[in-house]
């Protein structure tokens, strides 16, 4: 199979591949001279029949890599858990005074709002704005972060 090489670190590599070059995979056990691995621990395809864009998929791809090689590195997705799990703590510690947090100190978006799986009225009436528009604040609203869905993954 062909490929092009966009990282290795141990015995972890970041490979695009494939017969139309449509798949981001980490594999194990690349041989550079033979062209072959030991086996691939994941691969994301990309293109007119899959659900994903070329950006989606990398960053998939290179999310699971990086979990497999940086010690330091948290993926998207317990990163995800870890904030729905934190949200949810603090609305049973006292459900306004959560909102009134969020939209304070936090100061999520709409979108960003709706991801944790707040009830957007409440939100939207804490804020007293459209928090992807606001009208003031510290934080521009083009700043905000795209985290995708793990398909699977359900959040309350």
Not at 41 to 51: A, I, V
Not at 78 to 99: H, Q
Not at 107 to 112: C, G, P, R
């Amino acid at each position: 199979m062909k490929y092009t090489l966009i990282d290795e670190n141990g015995q972890y590599a970041l490979i695009l591949r494939g017969e139309h070059m449509t798949q981001y995979a980490v594999v194990s056990g690349l041989d550079k001279e033979t062209g072959n691995w030991d086996w691939t621990c994941c691969y994301f395809d990309f293109g007119k029949f899959s659900g994903l864009t070329k950006a989606e998929a990398l960053f998939r791809a290179l999310d699971y890599y990086l979990m497999r090689t940086d010690e330091k590195h948290i993926p998207c997705a317990r990163m995800s858990e870890i904030a729905t799990l934190l949200k949810d703590g603090l609305i049973e510690d006292g459900e306004e005074e959560a909102y009134r947090y969020m939209v304070g100190v936090v100061e999520l978006s709409d979108t960003e709002a709706e991801y944790l799986g707040l009830d957007m009225e409440q939100y939207r009436e804490s804020t007293g704005e459209d928090a992807d528009n606001p009208t003031g604040g510290s934080r521009p609203a083009q700043a905000a972060i795209t985290v995708p869905l793990i398909r699977g993954m359900r959040l309350r």
